[in-house]
Each structure stands twice: as structure tokens, then as C-alpha cells.
């Protein structure tokens, strides 16, 4: 019943993400689904690949599984990272071919591949080794949704690891913050006064972050002051941040990724900058 219902919804509308819905990558497709995609008026004699390309893709975003990073716990112990899945399209394009041209009554199981992540236990020991940089700062704990903010912000950060020429943005590894991601209201700045709006408090993350990432190998991008004083930096040592507005960007300009490690945990906000042992930069290659 179920196939039917699908070969009905593939007939009706082809481009429409039906497939979608589908969590388990394990995905097979009989003789009778992969007629329908047949050129109009040729008695199936051959396939119409602008259908195909449309299935292809809904078939990409059913299977995928993301790959995830290993990271490093709140103790410092390596979480291994886990392989994702993704839709192996040249097998798929022969099989497809081999099944819509037989006369048989064959079906495709539609085969996958595995999606490494980029960064394995082995990479991320080798670049926790070497403290390039750290910064702290504090603030009330007792200012519960402000709190509440930083903590989320400072999650969103820990464990990247950028690598070598490629540029951090605060705001598009956070992203945006909205009540549906967990973000309170608390107090902000805005044009030089004092309000409050969703997200108030991650600029702290942000100021952390810059000081703790102002080295020699690290090249700040984009970086704007606040239009007042904030009280947990130094002057001039802030970066604010706002989702349409300011960002916080640098790159990495060492020879070997880079780790970030935040935490804000009992009134503190910490980020801790590492590296491989054999990390090396050049005045060259930082334009300095």
C-alpha cells in the first residue's frame, strides 16, 4: 500500500520533496517506481532526466546523515567522531540505467557512501597540545537569562577548529539567536543606551573570543566597538556582534588548525586557543 501511495505521489508531483520524509537512508525503488520516469510518448524508451535529476535530489536529502567532529569533553577526553552517509550518485545512475532498461522486473537498492568527518580523535589530539591563547572574563551569575545567553553562545563555539586560511564568523557559527534556539531577553546595547532584546550578553562571548584569538598567526577580518564602554573588557578591547548587523571575523593564518575551547561556567567566560606542537606562522603570511 505504501508503494503505491509513493509511486502516485512520484507520478503527480516528480518535483516536490517526497522523499524527504523518509529517514531511514535503507531506500529501494522497484521496476514499476522507475518507469515514471520515462520521456512523455517515447513507450519507455528513455528516461527523462530532467525527472531524474529531480528524484537524484530528493533522494540526496533523504539519505544524508551528517558526519560528526570528535570533540573534546568537559574533562579533556577525545569523543570519537562518527562517519555520516551520503548518496553514492554515479552507482545510482548505472543501477537506475540497468533497471529502466531491462526488461526484468528489477529493483534498485539505493547505495550510499560514507562522509568522513573533517576532524577525527587523531587531528584533534595533535592540535590540543599547544596553548596559543586564552582570555577570562566574569560576570554576574545571578543575572539568569544573560547567563543563560553566554552559556549557549559559548556551546556554539567550543570544539571548532578552523583551518589554516579559512575565517571564523561569529555569527554564522552561532547563528541566529531566537527565542526557538533557547535565547532570553536581557540587557543589550543599542546607540549607546542600555535595552533589552533576545540574545542579550553574547557580545561578552564575542570580546572573549577576540582577546583570547589577538595573536601573531590570527588575522581579525572584521571587528567593531561597542558605542559605549562595556565593563568586562579593557577599552577598545570589545567586539560586538549583532545577526544583522556587526560580525566578529579573523583567519587563521598558522600552518596547522586551530581549536577553540569556551566554557562559561560559575560566572566566568573562558576561551583557550590551541594548536599542534609544531605550529608556525610568518609575518608574510599574515600581511604584517
Same mark, same amino acid.
Given at each position: 500500500?505504501?508503494?503505491?501511495?509513493?509511486?502516485?505521489?512520484?507520478?503527480?508531483?516528480?518535483?516536490?520533496?517526497?522523499? !524527504?520524509?523518509? @529517514?531511514?537512508?535503507?531506500?529501494?525503488?522497484?521496476?514499476?517506481?522507475?518507469?515514471?520516469? !520515462?520521456?512523455?510518448?517515447?513507450?519507455?524508451?528513455? /528516461?527523462?532526466?530532467?525527472? %531524474?535529476?529531480?528524484?537524484?535530489?530528493?533522494?540526496?536529502?533523504? @539519505?544524508?546523515? !551528517?558526519?560528526?567532529?570528535?570533540?573534546?569533553?568537559?574533562?579533556?577526553?577525545?569523543?570519537?567522531?562518527?562517519?555520516?552517509?551520503?548518496?553514492?550518485?554515479?552507482?545510482?545512475?548505472?543501477?537506475?540505467?540497468?533497471?529502466?532498461?531491462? &526488461?526484468?522486473?528489477?529493483?534498485?537498492?539505493?547505495?550510499?557512501?560514507?562522509?568522513?568527518?573533517? @576532524?577525527?580523535s587523531e587531528l584533534l589530539a595533535n592540535i590540543s597540545v599547544r596553548e596559543l591563547g586564552t582570555y577570562v572574563t566574569y560576570f554576574k551569575k545571578s543575572n539568569e537569562?544573560?547567563?543563560?545567553?553566554i552559556a549557549l553562545a559559548a556551546e556554539a563555539i567550543n570544539n571548532y577548529v578552523l583551518f589554516p586560511k579559512e575565517t571564523f564568523s561569529f555569527n554564522k557559527v552561532v547563528g541566529e539567536?531566537?527565542?526557538?534556539?533557547? %535565547?532570553?531577553?536581557?540587557?543589550? /546595547?543599542?546607540?549607546?543606551?542600555?535595552?533589552?532584546? /533576545?540574545?542579550?550578553?553574547?557580545?561578552?562571548?564575542?570580546?572573549?573570543?577576540?582577546?583570547?584569538?589577538?595573536?601573531?598567526?590570527?588575522?581579525? @577580518?572584521?571587528? %567593531?566597538?561597542? &558605542?559605549?564602554?562595556?565593563?568586562?573588557?579593557?577599552?577598545?578591547?570589545?567586539?560586538?556582534?549583532?545577526?544583522?548587523?556587526?560580525?566578529?571575523?579573523?583567519?587563521?593564518? %598558522?600552518?596547522?588548525?586551530?581549536?577553540?575551547?569556551?566554557?562559561?561556567?560559575?560566572?566566568?567566560?573562558?576561551?583557550?586557543?590551541?594548536?599542534?606542537?609544531?605550529?608556525?606562522?610568518?609575518?608574510?603570511?599574515?600581511?604584517?
Amino acid at each position: 500500500m505504501n508503494k503505491i501511495i509513493l509511486l502516485m505521489v512520484l507520478m503527480i508531483f516528480p518535483g516536490d520533496q517526497v522523499l !524527504a520524509n523518509r @529517514v531511514n537512508p535503507d531506500i529501494t525503488l522497484d521496476k514499476l517506481e522507475i518507469e515514471q520516469y !520515462a520521456l512523455p510518448y517515447t513507450e519507455h524508451l528513455f /528516461i527523462d532526466y530532467t525527472k %531524474y535529476q529531480l528524484l537524484v535530489e530528493n533522494l540526496k536529502e533523504s @539519505v544524508y546523515q !551528517a558526519p560528526e567532529n570528535a570533540v573534546l569533553d568537559d574533562a579533556g577526553e577525545i569523543t570519537p567522531g562518527k562517519a555520516g552517509v551520503t548518496l553514492d550518485t554515479r552507482q545510482f545512475h548505472t543501477k537506475f540505467q540497468e533497471v529502466f532498461y531491462n &526488461s526484468g522486473n528489477g529493483k534498485l537498492h539505493v547505495p550510499t557512501i560514507p562522509v568522513y568527518p573533517e @576532524v577525527d580523535s587523531e587531528l584533534l589530539a595533535n592540535i590540543s597540545v599547544r596553548e596559543l591563547g586564552t582570555y577570562v572574563t566574569y560576570f554576574k551569575k545571578s543575572n539568569e537569562e544573560r547567563t543563560h545567553n553566554i552559556a549557549l553562545a559559548a556551546e556554539a563555539i567550543n570544539n571548532y577548529v578552523l583551518f589554516p586560511k579559512e575565517t571564523f564568523s561569529f555569527n554564522k557559527v552561532v547563528g541566529e539567536r531566537t527565542k526557538e534556539k533557547g %535565547y532570553k531577553r536581557a540587557p543589550v /546595547i543599542v546607540k549607546g543606551e542600555l535595552a533589552e532584546d /533576545i540574545g542579550g550578553g553574547i557580545c561578552q562571548v564575542s570580546s572573549t573570543l577576540f582577546n583570547a584569538v589577538d595573536l601573531r598567526g590570527i588575522q581579525i @577580518v572584521e571587528r %567593531y566597538a561597542h &558605542s559605549r564602554r562595556v565593563p568586562y573588557v579593557p577599552p577598545n578591547r570589545d567586539a560586538t556582534v549583532s545577526w544583522w548587523g556587526p560580525d566578529f571575523v579573523f583567519k587563521n593564518m %598558522y600552518s596547522e588548525p586551530i581549536l577553540i575551547r569556551a566554557q562559561s561556567k560559575n560566572g566566568k567566560m573562558v576561551v583557550k586557543i590551541y594548536s599542534a606542537e609544531e605550529v608556525r606562522y610568518t609575518d608574510q603570511e599574515k600581511g604584517s
